[in-house]
């Protein structure tokens, strides 16, 4: 391996330093990996594991049925709804913690649709960020074929110019999964409202890494995962927000007897309750989402625009650091240099980029690999720090150079 630039190596170090996320390390499960794969499952605060044995041990095991009602299992997709509200900008009430992020999509649209149908039964499109993560495609054709919609795939930055008089709901990614992309959701917002639409935003790469503000841009429905940047562990539950100006109307798809406005009436007619409630549907999974309260803790007093500050230095560091050690032309970035159209991540395309990233998991620096030839690197401002970010780019260097790698390299993954 190639020896550190000194110039990189110490600016790390000092950046380090002056870092006022640092602590929050401490609030992680960490070894000496480099872990940039957050974007994809987040990693295990420290705080989960007791809480956890906790829930079993005692709720669970000693408390038993009780606990719906005295371990406040019951209202927990509300009371966790509104911990993840703090983080994506939306006043109590909206959000709750419920289903994966595939099924609020399809709640999202359907209701999304059926709000919009019900002034105007004219608006029968559907607009589909072309790009998405293609669960959100796939769900969004079943969703348009259920409601007698065409569905329109459209790039996500040409969805405001797209939107027209017979669009009803457009349904666009904040930030692209591939290329980390940051898409225009204050602009985006306003043209969809402009034409008469509703918009459904998929926050899953962008919560917990930079400021959403759901209300302040007046969004109408969301959905989102947790096992991302808000570390809930795998298969924590998702979320879905819809405004407050929407609930009465919002007429979910899957109405189960957790979102009735009596659940324990046992009626055999539904009716909706109010608020964020009707968006639940069955029995919550309530070990996951335990755990997923459990890891929000570590949000307290934390900041989302301290968080987008750190992003964006890490990401800006990491870029310089490729291109000070990478040999020219091996590798070239896919995710935008300006600020405003960034996440939280860096994409590279490199030929041989499945082998290179099994190479950099043996040799302790934890990425992805997306088909055909896309190096993802997620930036997690709460536990990762600059020197990590330094070493990254170094190892990755050393790999496309084709030098050798120390045997049992630090953090080495069978
Ligand atoms: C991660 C991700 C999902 C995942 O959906 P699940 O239902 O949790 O599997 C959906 N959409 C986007 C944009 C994602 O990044």
Redesign the pocket.
Known sequence: MSEPNVTLAEEAAKLDAADELRAKRADFVLDDTVYLDG??LGALPAAVPARLADVVAREWGQLRIRSWEESGWWTAPERIGDRVGRIVGAAPGQVVVT???????FKALVGGVRIVQARDVSRDEILVDES??P??GYIAESAARLTGCTLRPVPAPEMAAAVGPRTAVALV?H?D?RTGRLHDLPGTTTAVHAAGALVVW?L??SAGALPVGLDAHGVDLA???T??YLNGGP?SP?YLYVAREHQPRFDSPLPGWNSHADPFGMAPAYTPADGAVRGRVGTPDILSMLALEAALDVWDGVSTAAVRAKSLALTDFFLRCVDTYVPAGRVESVTPAAHERRGSQIALRCADAGEAMAELIRRGVVGDFRRPDVLRFGFTPLYTGFADTERAARVLAAVLAGEPGEAGAPGEVA
């Open positions: 974007n994809s289903d994966s992020t595939s099924v609020n999509v998405t993560f669960t959100d990614n930030v999964y998929d899953c790469h959905v989102g995962c096992y991302k298969g998702a």
